[in-house]
């Protein structure tokens, strides 16, 4: 047996390449283990995260689905900061956001998902409802003129975007090309009503301000004419409605709706005075276009659904009341 001084006496002879690949092989084998030991680690977290995603996900719809919408946002936060690549996690940031009214941050976030994938029909939708709800309907129409080049059957919207931009006669042009194409619905014909009804009655509000003689009502006029606060118009409309002054309330609302064209009640009060007036045509064009502007309101949308309901049993039309009653029991169910 040899000596630890012969030992390292031969070691002192050993040729340098030799010495060179022993060394070489422990740096080798520190590399591969480490490496190693990295490769696991990452494998770990990048399990970790995934299931954090995954679960913040599930998290934020569940959140989303209840109405809490700020929660919904936190959770998709946190999947954001694992994948800020993911085109879902943005979208439904994007919707979230505009569920909140805050549409410069939905705006944001629909803008990065569409940078990915611009040609996103549900994305393209998303941005079409954010510029629609600032009436920027300009916008809004150049959005969705590409999407009907994708989807044809959804003309109407871009119909309705044309009417609420004022633009009356693009509208009519493009209700006659559906027609022509054999795309028109009963959303179509409640649109063309709407535009005729529009056109044959602009009516002034001087001549209900001369028709009154309630002071408290001559002065919510007043008040109203000077300073066009949505909150004072509400309070007209009431007294209409106790009153049951419905040719007054038809004429207010008809008119207001060009100054406040995406509040869905004017909407919803113009229909139901035109119900109460016989005029069902009329109240079921308004009322179709109204119930686009529902947001997160179960009520307002019920009532929607019940006063269509009504329109079609008048106008002895079966199944399209059958169809709202049915939408209005799911409403209800959810």
């Known amino acids: 047996m040899q000596s630890p001084k012969e030992f390292k006496c031969i070691n002192c002879i050993l040729p340098t390449y030799m010495k060179s690949n022993y060394l070489h092989t422990i740096i080798l084998v520190f590399l591969v283990l480490n490496i190693g030991s990295l490769f696991a680690q990452n494998t770990i977290l990048n399990e970790k995260n995934n299931v954090t995603f ?8 569940k959140q989303k689905a209840i109405k809490n919408y700020p929660k919904a946002i ?3 936060e946190k999947c954001y900061q694992i994948d800020s690549s993911n ?12 569920l909140l009214k805050k549409y410069f941050e939905s705006e944001i976030f629909i803008n990065k998902a569409l940078y990915k994938k611009p040609e996103n029909i549900y994305l393209l939708k998303q941005k079409v409802a954010i510029f629609r709800a600032t009436q920027n309907f300009d916008k809004a129409i150049k959005i969705q003129k590409k999407i009907i080049k994708m989807q044809p ?16 006669d693009n ?7 559906i027609e022509d194409k054999a795309l028109a619905n009963s959303k179509t014909k409640g649109l063309e009503n ?17 028709k009154e003689e309630n002071s408290d009502l001559g002065s919510l006029l ?10 004072v118009l509400i309070k007209i409309i009431n007294h209409y409605i ?51 502007f529902v947001i997160d309101n179960a009520t307002l949308k019920n009532k929607f659904y019940n006063a269509l309901i009504t329109c079609y049993s008048a106008k002895n039309q079966p199944k399209e009341a059958l169809k709202y009653k049915q939408k209005a029991a799911l409403l209800r169910k959810e």
């Open 222 to 231: 007043k008040n109203y004419n000077k300073t066009k606060n949505y909150s």
């Open 153 to 168: 059957n959804l003309s109407n919207d871009l119909v309705l975007l044309y009417i609420l931009n004022k633009d009356f």
């Open 54 to 61: 995954q679960t913040s996900f599930f998290e934020a719809l």
């Open 74 to 76: 936190e959770n998709l």
């Open 242 to 292: 106790k009153n049951n002054q419905n040719e007054a309330l038809y004429s207010l609302t008809k008119s207001e709706l060009d100054l406040f064209p995406t509040q869905p009640y004017l909407y919803y009060v113009n229909g139901l005075a035109l119900i109460h007036l016989k005029k069902y045509n009329e109240a079921v064009a308004v009322l179709i276009i109204g119930i686009d």
């Open 87 to 98: 085109t879902a996690v943005k979208f439904e940031l994007s919707k979230n956001y505009f």
């Open 171 to 177: 509208a009519k042009k493009l209700i006659v090309e």
């Open 194 to 210: 709407y535009l005729k009804s529009k056109r044959s009655s602009i009516i002034s509000k001087n001549n209900i301000d001369n």
